[in-house]
């Protein structure tokens, strides 16, 4: 049985948390709740590692293509007008395009969060991908205001502050991706009035 208290999540800080300097502000909302610090660098990642990164499969692609065309419906907008097309796999390619840019364009943070939950915790704590739409309360919600119908016109990426991976089999695949083979820098304590 997986240990459910030593759950284990990755995330990313990315380029816009770094530059409004929220490093220290995302440690602090995951250490509040209870959750562990227990790997953590700053660095700058390769257009490759990036690719690497999201999901290269034609389900995913296309997934956030429509994800794209739901906001232009919800908006009446006209993706043809605007992006030169209404193709769900051809939207998805540009937004993972934008992606690898926005990810390249500066230092990130990251770090391997464990604790009770800690896959929900963080995603909760983050609040939802789509800064507009975050909840009071959460990093994005407070920190934050971007929405891919601006993103997708200036023809970039939505800023959300971070990533963090959606389940525990997607976390050990990232923090496989972004930490494998170094094994000597994700550490094992205990927090005071830890058993
Ligand atoms: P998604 O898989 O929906 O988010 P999550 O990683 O929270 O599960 O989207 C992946 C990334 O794509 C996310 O960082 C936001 C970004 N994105 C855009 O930049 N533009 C868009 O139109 C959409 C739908 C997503």
Known sequence: MPNFKKERTYVMVK????KKGLIGEILHRFEQRDLKIVALEMFHATKEQIDNHYPKDEAWIRRLGQKTLGTYEKYGLDAVKELGTNDDLELGKFVRGWLVEYMTSAPLVRMVVEGVHAVDMVRKICG?????LA???TIRGDY????PVIANMEKRSVMNIMHASETPVEAQHEIEHWFGGREEVIFDYKRYGEE
């Open 15 to 18: 380029p816009d948390g770094v």
């Open 128 to 132: 939802a991908t789509l800064p507009y």
């Open 135 to 137: 909840d009071m309360g």
């Open 144 to 147: 934050s205001n971007d929405s």
